[in-house]
């Protein structure tokens, strides 16, 4: 099978032809149709979890991915070949992923989630929809936002920022959402109530302070950079909350009894994948799809996803 894979933790992404894989006990082999980046691909490809999971080599990457159960091992109960499944394909050991042909997986993934596809949902929504659906759902869970609050969504044009926007604009809150000019428009369509150009002077917390003096009540931040977190924060009025996906809220503001503060890590992931494919069969979300890409060009769109500056999720499309 054709498959994206480093040889080791370090090595840089490549297309490489390997075996099929057989499912064991609990496991379930499934034909691929479909499969979505996400920053956490590159992550594993540096070898960020080296040391505290185990690892099979090649590493096939990806996490994210939608298609046919082809075979199931020994006491798979809730799964037969021929069902269609998507979710997020992770659990120990890391390396068989959805990059590739076929991917093996546990019915009930240890660090993931796995679902049946609703009826009439295509394979590259179903594949774009996990990892950035149920952290944009978690991030909302914990702010607990109510209709006619306001929230500054950090980083809202990526793959999680896009939901996110939607998700609390659905709440009936004001949405602030940082942008560069071009994505207003587009931002706006999705619920955003104004758009904030990160790269304009003076800073996005200096203009949304002078908006706002009274403060807002949210902060969601998707992005990187621990001093910016603290300036969101301090916009941030008594008893409201401010989330870091990327987990650099540092200790004394995680300590905080002024506001809420949260290093957000995906917890309840079944309950999260079956909510927020709920939300998207339904119609009530668009998940916008920067571009479908085949398998031989992963290696080189997983570089430019980590530089950022994506504008919603990259699809692979595997098999028609």
Do not use: C
């Not at 069969?281 to 060009?297: K, S």
């Amino acid at each position: 099978m054709r498959a994206v894979a480093v040889r080791r933790a370090g090595d840089a992404p490549e297309l490489m032809e390997l075996p099929v894989p057989r499912p064991g006990p609990g496991q379930i082999l499934v034909q691929l149709a479909a499969a979505s980046l996400n920053p956490v691909d590159m992550g594993i490809a540096a070898g960020f979890f080296e040391g505290t999971v185990p690892h099979v080599h090649p590493i096939v990457l990806g996490v994210d991915g939608s298609g046919r159960v082809v075979a199931a091992g020994e006491a798979v109960r809730g799964l037969s070949p021929g069902d269609t499944v998507h979710g997020q394909f992770l659990g120990a050991p890391l390396g068989n992923g959805t990059f590739a042909e076929y991917a093996l997986v546990a019915e009930h993934p240890d660090a993931g989630a796995l679902q049946r596809v609703p009826d009439g949902m295509s394979a590259e929504l179903a594949a774009a929809l996990p990892t950035a659906g149920m952290t944009a759902l978690g991030i909302l869970d914990a702010v607990s936002l109510r209709a006619g609050q306001t929230v500054l969504v950090v980083g809202a044009t990526g793959g999680v920022g896009v939901l996110a926007v939607q998700l609390a604009a659905a709440t009936g809150a004001e949405v602030i959402a940082t942008a560069r000019p071009d994505s207003d428009a587009w931002l706006r369509s999705l619920g955003a109530t104004r758009t904030l150009d990160h790269t304009a002077r003076p800073g996005v917390a200096e203009r949304v302070r002078a908006s706002y003096p009274g403060g807002i009540d949210a902060v969601l931040d998707l992005t990187r950079d621990p001093d910016r977190f603290r300036a969101y924060a301090g916009l941030v009025r008594d008893g409201g909350a401010a989330v870091s996906a990327a987990l650099v809220a540092p200790p004394d503001l995680l300590a905080s009894e002024r506001i809420t503060v949260t290093n957000f890590q995906l917890r309840d992931k079944p309950d999260l994948l079956a909510r927020i494919t709920a939300e998207a069969a339904a119609g009530r979300l668009t998940v916008p799809m920067q571009q479908t890409i085949g398998l031989d060009e992963v290696p080189e769109a997983l570089p430019r996803l980590t530089a950022g500056g994506a504008r919603g999720k990259t699809v692979v499309r595997i098999r028609p």
